[in-house]
T-cell receptor
């Protein structure tokens, strides 16, 4: 178990407000990822990081930004939340065998 | 680009029935292939993987064989249990450190 903690686990917010989701890992893995999960779409990659201050966009990055100031923390920010960003968000880390380990998820509802 | 297509669900089975979930992929290189499982209310966890053609991954009675000629990685289990009720995701990873996921297949096993 890579020891991944996501916070908050549940959040309800209003359209136009900023939201930050936090992912914390204890395994010192270099690669970290943010995915969103929606019915019929599986998991779609939002952003990923390959080291401190090194990040890149995934397939659904519009409206999201990320930051990684320490190896253990990877933050996902919605600058101005929209209803289309209502989803379950998963953080993951990748080990040396190319296996992803996921956090328990953060359920975000944007009203 | 890379993509994964898996059979749509939901799939409902009786205990001890045989389970097959089809997965086919498109990739430009020689990807590694994975099956992940998501139990209710949890994040995804690795079920099995295969890293090269003809490899067979196996775990918890599940098996999948990497078939390069048919670009497939079908998941099978000979006798399912109620505890196998979950969402199953096929995924691939090419040499770009990102995983592409299928849409997921919901499996429900009835006692």
């Amino acid at each position: 178990d890579a020891g991944i903690t996501q916070s908050p686990r549940h959040k309800v917010t209003e359209t136009g407000t900023p939201v930050t989701l936090r992912c914390h890992q204890t395994e010192n893995h270099r690669y970290m990822y943010w995915y969103r999960q929606d019915p019929g779409h599986g998991l779609r990659l939002i952003h990923y990081s390959y080291g401190v201050k090194d990040t890149d966009k995934g397939e659904v990055s519009d409206g999201y930004s990320v930051s990684r100031s320490k190896t253990e923390d990877f933050l996902l920010t919605l600058e101005s939340a929209t209803s289309s960003q209502t989803s379950v968000y998963f953080c993951a880390t990748r080990d040396g065998a190319n296996v992803l380990t996921f956090g328990a998820g953060s359920r975000l509802t944007v009203l | 680009g890379n993509s994964v297509t898996q059979m749509e669900g939901p799939v409902t089975l009786s205990e001890e029935a045989f389970l097959t979930i089809n997965c086919t992929y498109t990739a430009t290189g020689y990807p590694s292939l994975f099956w992940y499982v998501q139990y209710p209310g949890e994040g995804l966890q690795l079920l099995l993987k295969a890293t090269k053609a003809d490899d067979k991954g196996s775990n918890k009675g599940f098996e999948a064989t990497y078939r390069k000629e048919t670009t497939s990685f079908h998941l099978e289990k000979g006798s399912v249990q109620v505890s196998d009720s979950a969402v199953y995701f096929c995924a691939l990873s090419d040499n770009d450190y990102k995983l592409s996921f299928g849409a997921g297949t919901t499996v429900t096993v009835r006692a």
